[in-house]
């Protein structure tokens, strides 16, 4: 399956959740989570330590989000990436586009020994759902 492909299943889904999502307007986690809510898209913030991002309440973590979440986006370090990986084929995530520098060898395969989509090759989601800063 080619990129395109991969990107298609994973704009699937009903909801879309952002593990990393950052109330700071400056970083990745909150431009993610406003390209989603420029394109009405139904987001859930995954952050431990906010309550809410952008108007929408947070989520503590990839297990708490709601069953019709099937694709995440992942903003983290790539250590952590490894353990969302972890959480998400427990709560049967069925897609995972890790944004440039959260990916790491470890992560990826995970995905591929769990049959989860998994978006890994450099792709940003701001580039392809045009992103522009307000």
């Not at 427990?90 to 995972?96: A, D, E, F, T, V």
Request: proline share 5%; with cysteine.
């Amino acid at each position: 399956m080619g990129t395109k492909e991969q990107i298609d299943l994973f704009f699937q889904s009903d909801a879309f959740g952002v593990v990393g999502a950052s109330a700071d307007r400056h970083k990745y986690g909150n431009k993610v989570m406003r390209v989603y809510q420029s394109k009405n898209m139904k987001v859930i913030p995954v952050n431990p330590r906010e309550r809410e991002i952008e108007g929408v309440p947070c989520v503590a973590s990839v297990l708490d989000l709601p069953d019709e979440a099937k694709s995440i986006s992942v903003i983290t370090p790539p250590q952590v990436t490894e353990q969302v990986v972890e959480a998400a084929a427990i709560k049967g995530i069925r897609n995972i586009w890790m944004q440039p520098g959260a990916e790491s060898d470890a992560a990826v395969e995970a995905c591929c020994r769990k049959g989860i989509n998994v978006i890994a090759d450099g792709s940003c989601i701001l580039v392809v759902l045009g992103y522009r800063e307000h």
